[in-house]
């Protein structure tokens, strides 16, 4: 046992310290965590100033956050880690649809509306109906799954961030399948947006060459007796960003075609069916 720090032996040393009495799960995520932390530093020589830099920028990640602003979160999808810790925790059979991760402006409780009505309630975008099938991995339908959905507005925002200039519940709703598994529903089609940019993280992707924007997108998380919960989303084809997401969330069995329809009631049209994995006995 080594008793002394040493560059040679920094990581172990400082695991050495830890007490016999430690949960198992903790003891492992931290001498994993301690082992790459330092071998990290050792790889690319850290410069003193250069983790001076770092206690700063984390400093400022910390008194960017409050009650409405998760600045840490944003450094967490930016780097890739929010995907891949989803991607770890939702393996699926292929033919399952793939989740996503849910994003910072999901509000618990949205009404609950009938089939076919429309969500968007502020009179702004381009209509678009969207429909689909919620399947199980059988190709059955499945009854009384309900569909949380929820997207941006016209302008890019979603109506939490404009309280006040939003109406309520401004394109969100919750739809429940009958017996034959459909759902339909009344929006807009969604439009890309930046995720905020005028802190820390935003100043890291600009030092960095990379945008702030997300891909257009319709959010929807799916629940039903006997599922595993889905949360994703499904992607406008034609978007731009598609390929360069900044928070890697595109998996391309999401990308939804976006039809021109040439009805007065609506402009577009997106159908997507969905494939839920039953939840696994224990």
Request: charge should be negative; proline fraction near 6%; hydrophobic fraction near 40%.
């Amino acid at each position: 046992m080594i008793d002394f720090f040493t560059e040679s032996h920094s990581a172990q040393v400082v695991n050495s310290r830890m007490g016999p009495v430690v949960e198992p799960r903790l003891r492992m995520v931290m001498e994993s965590l301690i082992k790459h932390l330092h071998v990290f530093v050792k790889d690319i020589e850290l410069k003193q100033e250069e983790w001076d830099s770092a206690i700063e920028f984390l400093t400022q990640c910390g008194q960017m956050c409050s009650a409405n602003r998760q600045e840490f979160i944003l450094l967490s999808d930016i780097l890739g880690v929010s995907m891949l810790v989803d991607a770890i925790n939702h393996r699926r059979p292929p033919q399952a649809t793939e989740n996503t991760v849910l994003g910072p402006f999901h509000v618990d409780n949205a009404p609950i509306r009938e089939y076919g009505a429309a969500i968007s309630l502020d009179g702004k975008g381009e209509s678009c109906l969207f429909e689909g099938t919620v399947k199980d991995l059988f190709g059955q339908p499945i009854e009384g799954a309900t569909l949380d959905v929820w997207s941006d507005n016209a302008d890019g925002f979603y109506d939490v961030q404009q309280t006040g200039i939003q109406p309520t519940w401004n394109n969100r709703g919750r739809f429940v399948t009958a017996a034959d598994g459909k759902y339909r529903f009344q929006g807009i089609k969604p439009v890309s947006y930046p995720i905020p940019d005028d802190g820390p993280v935003g100043q890291l992707l600009a030092r960095l060459g990379r945008h702030p924007w997300r891909p257009a997108h319709m959010h929807f998380l799916l629940t039903a007796p006997g599922y595993e919960r889905i949360v994703t989303h499904t992607f406008v084809n034609d978007d731009p960003y598609l390929t360069s997401d900044t928070v890697f969330g595109v998996k391309e069995s999401l990308i939804q075609n976006f039809a021109p329809t040439p009805t007065e009631s609506t402009k577009w049209k997106a159908q997507f069916d969905f494939v839920m994995h039953q939840e696994a006995s224990e």
